[in-house]
C-alpha cells in the first residue's frame, strides 16, 4: 500500500460549488433578482471561496466587488477563479477578519456567515449600517425548524445553544426590527442540504474507501463518523436555512 497518498484536506469544499445548501437553480434565481436592483457595488462578509459574488459581477457587468473571509486558502480559491472568469480587475478579495473597516455598498451578502459579526441580532444591525439605502441585503441563515430541546442540542456540535439560532418568523421579524422590509424569504429543500453535506465528505469518503488501512484511515474515519452523526442523528429536521432579501427602511413618512 501506498502510504505517501494521503487523505484530501478535510471539508475544503472541492466537490461544492458553494459553501453552504443552494442549488444551481436557487443561485440563478437570487442572482437574477438582485441583479435587477443594479447594484453599483457587492460586499460579501464571509464569502468563502466567493462563488455567488463572482456570479454576481458576472451578471452586473458594471459593478464592483470586494469579498471578505478569514480562511486563506478560500480567498486563494477566489481569487484564481476571479482569475479564470475574467473578474480579477472588478474585484477585491481579502483574507482577512470581518471588522469595522467593512465598505458599505449597494447589495451586501452575508451567507452561512453571521458568525463573522457575532450573533444574529448583531449581523442584522451591522447588515443594516452597512448597505445603503435603496440597496439590498441577502442573509443565508440557520434557523430551526422547532425550538430544539436539551437532547437534540446535545445530538449537535459541541457548545451549540438554542440562543445561536432563531426560529423561521423569529429570523424575519427580527430582520424587520433591525429596520429592513423582507423582499423574499425562501427556505432550501431537503435536497439542497444533502448535496452539501454528501459534498462536503465526498472527497475523504472516496479517499477512505480506496485507502481502509492507510495509517492515517482511522483518524479520517472518526471524524466523517462524527460529522455524518451529528448531520443525520441530529441537525436534519431541526436546522434550516433561509435566504432572506431584505431592503432597508430609508423613505421618509
Ligand atoms: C459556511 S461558510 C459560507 C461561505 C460563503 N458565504 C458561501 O456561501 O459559499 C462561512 C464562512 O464564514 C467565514 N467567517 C466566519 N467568521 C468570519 C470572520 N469573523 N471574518 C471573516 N470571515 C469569517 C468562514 O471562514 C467561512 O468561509
Avoid: K
Avoid at 444574529?120 to 447588515?127: G, N, S, Y
Avoid at 472527497?203 to 462524527?226: S, T
Amino acid at each position: 500500500m501506498d502510504t505517501h497518498d494521503g487523505p484530501p484536506p478535510a471539508g475544503n469544499g472541492s466537490a461544492l460549488a458553494y459553501n453552504s445548501p443552494l442549488s444551481p437553480d436557487r443561485a440563478a434565481r437570487l442572482v437574477e433578482q438582485l441583479a435587477q436592483a443594479g447594484p453599483r457595488d457587492v460586499l460579501d462578509v464571509g464569502c468563502g471561496w466567493a462563488e455567488l459574488l463572482l456570479d454576481l459581477l458576472d451578471a452586473v457587468p458594471s459593478a464592483r466587488g470586494v469579498g471578505i473571509d478569514e480562511h486563506g486558502p478560500d480567498i486563494a480559491r477566489a481569487q484564481e477563479d476571479a482569475r479564470r472568469r475574467g473578474l480579477s480587475g472588478r474585484v477585491r478579495l481579502e483574507a482577512r477578519q470581518a471588522d469595522g473597516t467593512l465598505p458599505s455598498a449597494d447589495l451586501v451578502l452575508n451567507i452561512g456567515a453571521f458568525q463573522a459579526f457575532g450573533d444574529v441580532p448583531t449581523a442584522l444591525a451591522r447588515l443594516r449600517e452597512l448597505v445603503r439605502p435603496g440597496g439590498r441585503v441577502l442573509l443565508g441563515c440557520e434557523y430551526w425548524e422547532h425550538t430544539p430541546s436539551d437532547a437534540e442540542l446535545a445530538a449537535l456540535w459541541e457548545g451549540t445553544v438554542r440562543e445561536e439560532s432563531l426560529l423561521l418568523p423569529d429570523l424575519v421579524d427580527a430582520a424587520i426590527t433591525a429596520g429592513f422590509r423582507p423582499l423574499s424569504t425562501q427556505t432550501v429543500t431537503r435536497q439542497e442540504w444533502e448535496e452539501y453535506e454528501s459534498g462536503h465528505m465526498a472527497p475523504q469518503e472516496e479517499w477512505l474507501a480506496r485507502h481502509p488501512e492507510h495509517p492515517q484511515a482511522g483518524a479520517v474515519r472518526e471524524q466523517l463518523d462524527e460529522q455524518r452523526t451529528i448531520w443525520l442523528r441530529g441537525h436534519r429536521d431541526l436546522l434550516g436555512f433561509a435566504y432572506l432579501t431584505l431592503m432597508p427602511v430609508t423613505g421618509a413618512a
